[in-house]
């Protein structure tokens, strides 16, 4: 009977030495870091004294803690039913969140980062890690996440294969030079501006809604299967040509600094902005965009200019354009000081 006792003891002794002993206090060295929490009465204590109850810690759900200038986020692991946490626009470079695995959203922009481990944060749905140092991002484990934004860092590639169920990729001013998008069927928003990108494969993006792609290295753009798509800039890419005939819905268009001689407009009667400055275009025919309400074309080859069907235009310019010289527009058209031109080019009413 006693040494089942003492088996027991022993059995049970060193159960308790394996499970983790949570402390009382935990640390939090951070001067900045800890004011919010004892300003905002998160910290019970009320005393600046580098610690707080670890209770006090895992009852809260959202934190914002951005531009207060913390350096460091220690002893934010005891939060551990943290959902939602925003450090952005501080002076973090170390942002351990291992033990955070009930965070959805994640905002830690604006800071210092140059690395970060994410593969316990499963649940994460979104993420803005923008403006850091990160030179590679690993999201093989985040397969829930809808929303990234890792724009402003030193990424030569981003790989979100295992990412399908995301809506919105913003990837910008990067180094990045491939882009494989073929297994996010959900992606309705991309923006990969200033990268290296040569080639944009989208076809497999059918609900595609916006793209802004501006500042690579383009030259081809097939955009036949995203006919959901309402806004388009393309601007400052080797673009000579632009077919967006199959894309009906398409209310803002931007091809500054492309290529192109023309451009053909007749399928996107829901177009309300079209700046196409800097082109070598020498006629647009805009008598099916009855809803254009801006329009500018500055800097091309047009030797003459048709609006007299685009009665909603509210800003109008086409300056340096040295071959034209007459622009109709309709009876009723009024042109304001939102409409500039060239003093060779004169607005003469047409039917």
Not at 37 to 52: C, E, N, S
Not at 227 to 244: A, M, Q, R, T, V
Not at 290 to 303: A, F, Q, R
């Amino acid at each position: 009977m006693k040494i089942l006792y003492f088996l027991l003891l022993f059995v049970s002794f060193n159960i308790l030495a394996q499970k983790e002993v949570l402390p009382e206090y935990i640390n939090i060295p951070d001067r900045n870091f800890e004011k919010f929490l004892v300003d905002q009465q998160i910290d019970t204590d009320w005393a600046y004294d580098g610690k707080m109850l670890r209770t006090d810690a895992e009852k809260v759900k959202t934190l914002n803690v951005s531009s207060l200038g913390i350096r460091n986020l220690k002893g934010i692991e005891y939060f551990s039913n943290l959902t939602y946490l925003n450090c952005y626009d501080n002076i973090i470079t170390n942002l351990d969140l291992q033990k955070n695995d009930s965070l959805q959203i994640l905002d830690c922009g604006n800071n210092r980062i140059q690395e970060i481990d994410l593969s316990k944060n499963t649940l994460l749905e979104t993420l803005y890690i923008y403006g850091n140092l990160l030179q590679e991002l690993n999201l093989s484990k985040n397969t829930s996440i809808k929303l990234l934004d890792c724009s402003k860092n030193s990424l030569k590639q981003i790989n979100v294969s295992e990412n399908q169920f995301l809506e919105t990729l913003v990837c910008g001013f990067n180094q990045i030079s491939n882009l494989e998008l073929s297994k996010n069927a959900y992606l309705t928003t991309l923006e990969c501006n200033q990268n290296n990108i040569n080639q944009l494969n989208i076809e497999d993006n059918k609900m595609l809604s916006k793209l802004h792609c501006i500042g690579n290295k383009i030259s081809k753009l097939n955009l036949s299967s995203n006919l959901f798509l309402e806004n388009l800039n393309c601007g400052k890419n080797p673009i000579s040509k632009l077919d967006i005939s199959k894309n009906t819905m398409l209310a803002e268009l931007n091809c500054v600094e492309n290529q192109l001689k023309e451009i053909e407009l007749n399928n996107n009667k829901h177009l309300r902005v079209l700046v196409c400055d800097n082109n070598n275009i020498e006629d647009m025919d805009l008598s099916e965009n009855e809803n254009l309400e801006y329009l500018s074309c500055n800097y091309n080859k047009l030797t003459h200019l048709e609006v007299q069907k685009n009665n909603k235009i509210s800003k109008l310019s086409c300056f340096y354009n040295p071959s034209l010289v007459k622009i109709c527009i309709s009876n009723n058209a009024q042109p304001t000081t939102n409409w500039t031109k060239d003093v060779t080019a004169m607005y003469t009413y047409c039917k």
